[in-house]
């Protein structure tokens, strides 16, 4: 599908991947709308990319509809949805102070998956409402992030990889749902990506993640993410499944 002309919504935009995307598909002549919980920062990158930033919580349906509403009016029904909100806090299931709290693993997976769903549902029904784009019948393009986690989470990492498995697991059911209204449905798992996420670790931690790498042997940019998601939206025959793009990483228990 173009770019070009359509109207966009992605979530986490204010910040590391999600911004770049915002800004990828703003330079390509989309009308973008940035939900981030940070509205401070979905405003900044919404002005920078002459769209729409607006403060949103994707855990939450009310939030989540009234904010595409806020989209829709700026810039019409989106045919482009990029879910890049996340948390990735780390927490072991037995610390010191005995079982590890059970809000903390609901969290994750309210934002990470819960709030990916919730995003899409509403998305993929104002998409359905739309006549084809083009006459490969296409109404429109939904991508999630994952990450290598799904498939190799780390100490720490029950919730976070719980939530990012659940990602992976959705993707081929929901590409199905929605295939006889020519809506695609695709998931980037990204390895470690330079991004304000991983900025809160000391130097020399990123220093020995990069080096980790097999090749190339340095962390992902921002950049590598957009480049993706601007190929999935273009080739029409990605639907259904998670692209890892990871540098050949394989992570280790910690
Ligand atoms: N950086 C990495 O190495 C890496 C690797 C694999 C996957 N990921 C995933 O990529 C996505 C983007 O991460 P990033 O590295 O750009 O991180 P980031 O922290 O730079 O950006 C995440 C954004 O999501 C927003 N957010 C958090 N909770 C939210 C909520 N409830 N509602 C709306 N917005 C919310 C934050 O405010 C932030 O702007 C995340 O889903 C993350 O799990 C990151």
């Known amino acids: 599908m ?17 911004a770049e995307s915002a800004r990828r598909l703003a330079g ?28 949103c919580d994707v ?22 949805c990029v879910n890049c909100a996340g948390i990735a806090p780390a927490q072991r299931i037995v610390g010191r102070g005995g079982p590890a709290p059970l809000d903390g ?9 819960i709030g990916t769903f919730n995003v899409m549902r509403v998305c993929a029904a104002d998409m359905a409402a739309l006549e084809p784009a083009n006459e490969t019948g296409e109404r429109g393009i939904m991508i999630a992030t994952a990450s290598v986690a799904a498939y190799e989470g780390q100490i720490g990492q029950a919730a976070y990889a719980a939530s990012k498995g ?30 304000p996420m991983l900025a809160g670790m000391p130097e020399e931690v990123r220093n020995n993640l990069a080096a980790s790498v097999p090749f ?13 998601v601007e190929h999935i ?15 050949a990483i394989r992570m280790q228990p910690k």
């Open 216 to 228: 190339p042997r340095r962390l992902g940019r921002p950049g590598e993410f957009a480049d993706l």
């Open 166 to 195: 659940g990602i992976v697991g959705m993707t081929l059911p929901l590409a199905r749902d929605l295939a006889s209204l020519g809506i695609r449905v695709m998931t980037i798992a990204p390895g470690l990506v330079e991004t």
């Open 59 to 80: 855990s939450d349906a009310g939030a989540v509809e009234a904010a595409t509403i806020r989209a829709r009016g700026a810039h019409g029904p989106a045919r482009i």
């Open 28 to 55: 390509a002549g989309a009308r973008v709308a940035v939900l981030d919980i940070d509205g401070s920062a979905a405003s900044a990158i919404g002005s920078e990319i002459g769209g729409l930033g607006v403060a």
């Open 2 to 18: 173009e770019i070009a002309g359509h109207s966009a919504i992605v979530t986490g935009g204010g910040s590391g991947m999600g």
């Open 233 to 247: 939206i273009a080739n029409a025959m990605l639907n259904g499944s998670v692209i890892r793009l990871d540098g």
């Open 105 to 113: 693993f609901r969290r994750v997976v309210e934002v990470n998956l």
